[in-house]
């Protein structure tokens, strides 16, 4: 038969997963034991554990074990709804589980099955697991009294040895080893020819070009070799959605796009978890039953699509289906019930927010428990996952149409952009995936900006207020005076759900670096993530965002920041985010800050006119340039005057009808970016549009404003 | 017979030489076997680690690998060094883990006898007996040899021997 070893390949990968995450269990148990008060963290380690075994074994077949993981399921959950109190019997109670479920699993690899046997050893341990649970034990299945040989202990060494291999290993195209070679071939010629030569010989500078070519492939085909289509991953899904389907009474078609995607090896690892817990969702939340689609005149089979495709430097793997979505009111309604969200919350939160209430931990919309899934885990671990490595999570989902989850990965771990910062003297890398934006603070700002709170320290950010941490105070580094001379900067960082701002001395170039690890005593201080060695041959420690927060006692505020999220999108109704500039002498004009893509300084020079019309060249477009204030006349003059002068150009975007229009706007100098109201049409404002920002007339341009609008819908 | 005596001498020297690389931080020299040192590095700009134990110098590239350094001065409770120090890299025998060593400067090759070789003595205080392991009576002073093994990060932060001094040290810091 083709298919028994299909079945022997899932059976092994299962007992590897099951193994290392009993391992992981184990762990968090004894943890746990010794600390009870941080527990909420390792109960979740553990319950998940638990439930991917739970999940796993119901469609390879494995009933002893998913009796058992069910019964410890459900004792886990008990204690994740803080139902329970951790006790030493509790601990040794899941301890015994932990320790069954390995025998099992040892037995299923040696023998292929899992001991048929009378069947009520394990009942007792589900009745002592129902016990610890306060009686309230899940109903044990119809107990089918089977004979048969009494379970052996087995040795588990060899399987722990063959699993670690096969994550170390890879597969690579002769090809690609070959260009390597080659390449290294050429490196070492190239190194030949430096060392003959001396620095200051004719062919030098060409030697030097050769070798930064030369270092640039090989650095490109080493990536290509750690690239693995996604395609392997895709591999398993058929075979699992089948099974899936059958024990969720569904009909269910798998379609692949793009499997010869390639990602970094250790990203497909990554997100291997994440894309099993969506498509086991999508099969038994998303697509309805076969009845439920036909009366909804859908055909009777879902359909559930993977996409894998290249954007903007990242990698998208999107699950979508075709099933019944997401219906909001019941999102609102179960995040009410979970404490999640007050009502009054709910009642006003866009379609948008309420489905970022999925990710939340402890959420789940199933209306029923399955063996499958539903148990809360899931979304909150699929985006805790991706976020891990840099990615992030997207969801969209029409009631009726379907659901489209999008992880989004970096194509590679080893290199990561980010943002090099001085502190006290010492250049630090941030990564770029989590900056949220920088806030410059000059120096005559710098006592008032920054208010206590006891001895906390905030910052207003559009009148909210941030935490500050001093970035040269968390690491004990000396204090440099000359440095406080021109302000600081503030970074502000989100990570694992912590927003903070990050004080800093100075912000250097940001740059795609190059992570290394670090040494074990390094790594145990807990502060960084790895180094960099910087354009300039220095090293930058990289900053561990997440770490750093907790360092620093920042906590996450989840659940507080829908409330002020929603707080600010009501002000920003009232009020538009304007770029106030002058143009006109003595009066103020804005333009609404969306439509203004940069601001550029273009030397005058560069103003060509045609028709008597001002034009620049930007980036191979031939911006038309609007002067309405005259400013290049009086640019002109100064010019004359001997003078290289620059112009201060905002080039603006207006969206026409299918195509992006770019204009030019000049103006005096740019003053500030502000909210401002709207002031109503009335006889004294006449025809022109005018607004109060920082209680100053300012006047509007409105030709962007209406266009842009509707572009800016469409993205939402 | 002369002759023949001459030779064993000779080759009773050869068995017994051992090549130290000679090194100084402060007053006193110190030796490692050449064997167990993979490359001077000279001097070097060291990236210091906020937050690391006080031993640890710092980090600094190597070879596509950031290394991290032991601070020698620090272990023996001198204060800094004034000048840019010398780097030396050393691995351990299974090349496990590879450190680099900061030493004031790297001095030549020495030839030494291994009977030359004297134990610590008992009156060494405890981090003296983890570092030094024995000193060769060369003509010129004593030469204290050093166990990279025992010098190994790792190895330092679990004997947790050199915490104290890192208190003594920032002690003085402070009140300098």
Same mark, same amino acid.
């Given at each position: ?513 190059? !992570?290394?690890?670090?040494?074990? =005593?390094? %790594?145990?201080?807990?502060?960084? #993530? $790895?180094? +960099?060695? &910087? ?124 195509? !992006?229009?770019?204009?030019?706007? =000049?103006? %005096?100098?740019?003053?500030?970016? #502000? $909210?401002? +109201?709207? &002031? ?37 | ?176």
């Amino acid at each position: 038969l083709p298919d028994k070893r299909v079945v022997d390949d899932l059976t092994k990968e299962f007992i590897a997963e099951s193994q290392e995450g009993l391992d992981r269990m184990e762990r968090c148990l004894t943890e746990l034991e010794i600390r009870p008060g941080d527990g909420e963290q390792l109960v979740g380690e553990i319950f998940r554990a638990v439930h991917t075994i739970k999940g796993t074994t119901g469609f390879l077949g494995f009933d002893r074990l998913e009796k058992l993981a069910h019964a410890g399921e459900h004792l886990l959950g008990s204690l994740r709804d803080g139902k329970l109190a951790v006790t030493s019997e509790l601990i040794s109670g899941l301890l015994s589980l932990l320790d069954r479920l390995r025998e099992i699993l040892m037995l299923i690899e040696e023998t292929g099955g899992e001991g048929t046997r009378i069947g009520d050893e394990d009942s007792e341990l589900i009745a002592l697991l129902a016990a610890l649970n306060g009686g309230a034990a899940p109903v044990a299945g119809a107990s089918a009294a089977v004979s048969g040989p009494r379970m052996m202990p087995v040795e588990a060494s060899a399987s722990s040895m063959s699993s670690a291999a096969s994550e170390k290993t890879l597969r690579i195209d002769v090809e690609v080893l070959n260009r390597m070679m080659n390449l290294v071939g050429e490196l070492v010629l190239t190194r030949n020819q430096m060392l003959q030569s001396n620095m200051d010989a004719s062919n030098f500078p060409e030697l030097a070009r050769r070798l930064d070519s030369v270092t640039a492939d090989l650095r490109e085909s080493v990536m290509q070799a750690r690239m693995q289509p996604v395609g392997h991953l895709f591999g398993k899904f058929p075979r699992m959605v089948r099974d899936l389907a059958r024990t969720c009474g569904r009909e269910v078609r798998i379609e692949f796009f793009g499997q010869e995607t390639g990602l970094d090896k250790s990203l497909l690892e990554a997100i291997k978890d994440p894309l099993t817990h969506a498509v086991r969702n999508a099969v038994d939340h998303g697509i309805e039953a076969p009845e439920v689609r036909v009366m909804a005149g859908k055909p009777s089979e879902g359909c559930l699509r993977l996409r894998a495709f290249h954007q903007s430097g990242s990698v998208v793997i999107e699950v979508a289906d075709d099933g019944a979505g997401i219906a909001m009111e019941r999102v609102l309604a179960k995040a009410v019930e979970r404490g999640l969200a007050t009502p009054e919350q709910a009642a006003e939160m866009t379609e948008r927010e309420a489905l970022q209430l999925i990710f939340l931990p402890g959420f789940s919309t199933a209306a029923a428990v399955t063996t499958v899934s539903g148990r809360g885990v899931g979304m909150d671990v699929v985006r805790a996952n991706v976020e891990k490595v840099g990615g992030s999570v997207e969801l969209e989902s029409k009631v009726g149409m379907g659901t489209t989850l999008r992880l989004r990965v970096p194509l590679t771990l080893a290199i990561v952009p980010a943002l090099v910062v001085r502190s006290g003297g010492q250049s630090f890398a941030l990564p770029q995936s989590a900056l949220v934006e920088l806030v410059y603070v000059p120096q005559r700002d710098a006592k008032t900006a920054i208010e206590r709170l006891g001895a906390a320290e905030v910052y207003r950010l559009r009148e909210r207020l941030l935490p500050i941490v001093w970035l040269e105070r968390l690491l004990e580094l000396e204090k440099r005076n000359a440095a406080e001379s021109h302000g600081f900067y503030l970074a502000v960082l989100e990570a694992e759900g912590c927003r903070y701002g990050l004080a800093v001395d100075d912000l250097l170039a940001p740059e795609e670096i190059v !992570v290394k690890p670090l040494s074990a =005593v390094l %790594r145990e201080i807990g502060l960084f #993530s $790895g180094a +960099t060695v &910087l354009g300039n041959g220095t090293l930058a420690l990289i900053l561990d965002i997440g770490a750093t927060a907790a360092r620093a006692g920042v906590k996450p505020v989840e659940e507080e920041r829908d409330a002020v999220e929603m707080e600010e999108k009501i002000e920003q109704e009232a009020e538009v985010s304007l770029l106030v500039f002058e143009d006109r002498a003595r009066e103020r004009t804005a333009l609404p800050l969306d439509v203004v893509e940069r601001i550029e300084s273009v030397p005058l020079t560069q103003i060509e006119y045609a028709g008597g019309r001002p034009l620049l060249q930007y980036r191979g477009e031939l911006l038309p340039l609007r002067d309405e204030g005259r400013v290049l006349m009086e640019l002109e003059a100064e010019q004359e005057g001997g003078e290289d002068v620059t112009a201060t150009v905002l080039i603006c975007r207006s969206s026409g009808k299918g195509a !992006v229009r770019r204009t030019g706007m =000049v103006v %005096r100098r740019v003053l500030d970016v #502000s $909210g401002g +109201t709207l &002031l109503e049409k009335d006889d004294a404002t006449g025809e022109l549009e005018l607004a109060l920002v920082k209680e100053k007339l300012t006047t509007i341009h409105r030709e962007f404003d209406a266009k842009s609008a509707p572009e800016w819908k469409e993205v939402a | 017979v002369k002759i023949l005596g001459r030779e064993e001498v000779e080759l009773q020297d050869e068995d017994d030489a051992v090549s130290l690389c000679s090194m100084f931080a402060g007053s006193e020299s110190f030796g490692i076997d050449t064997g167990k040192i993979r490359e001077v590095l000279g001097k070097r700009e060291l990236q210091r680690v906020p937050m690391a134990p006080t031993y640890i110098g710092g980090v600094v590239p190597y070879r596509g690998e950031v290394l991290t350094t032991v601070n020698f001065r620090a272990l023996l409770g001198m204060s800094e060094y004034a000048e840019s120090s010398c780097v030396l890299v050393l691995e351990d025998e299974a090349g496990g883990e590879r450190f680099g060593l900061v030493v004031d400067a790297v001095g030549g090759v020495v030839t030494v006898s291994r009977k030359m070789l004297e134990a610590n003595p008992c009156t060494l205080e405890a981090q003296g007996k983890w570092l030094f392991d024995g000193a060769y009576k060369t003509q010129t002073g004593l030469l204290v040899q050093l166990d990279p093994q025992k010098l190994r990060p790792s190895r330092l932060a679990e004997t947790g021997l050199f915490k104290q001094r890192e208190n003594v040290q920032k002690g003085n810091g402070e009140q300098l």
